[in-house]
């Protein structure tokens, strides 16, 4: 019994006596059609990510920057109330530069510690397009059910 097949150019189905020549090249047409359309997917899922990141990367050195200003100012006021509290004590003659050095220092550890996080966050966005690699497979498997 011969099984109707529709053909690429949607005129219909054609009957399973339809040459193999051109059955093949039906295939042939429709798999590069169908490469064409993954790459652009491929382009677009990329594409997207890369937006995305670029967006949240700008607000993240905006907000950087003026935490950056504020941070200098409170850094400093906490070194001069530390030099204030050293100066009751034996490292009186010290004070001042042992102050602003502890106060470096506390803040230097801190941001090491906050950089390496941030750069974990960001090794985790994948750039893979994953949409496309699933609608790859999904092809592979319509190319064996065409061919079979």
Known sequence: ?????????????????????GLLKDIRDQTTHLMRQ????????????ISKIARNSIYLIAGALVALASLVILLQSLSWLVDMWLENT????????????????VAA??????ARKGAKTIKRENLVPEKTIESLKEDKAWMRRKVS
Request: charged fraction near 25%; aromatic fraction near 6%.
């Open 109 to 114: 550890t801190i941001g090491a510690l906050t």
């Open 38 to 49: 993954e790459v652009a997917l491929a382009r677009t899922e990329v594409s997207e990510k």
């Open 90 to 105: 034996r490292w009186e003659r010290h004070s001042t530069w042992l102050a602003f050095l502890l106060v470096g220092l």
């Open 1 to 21: 019994m011969d099984d109707p097949i529709e053909s690429s150019e949607g005129a219909g189905p054609v009957s399973r006596h339809e040459s193999i020549p």
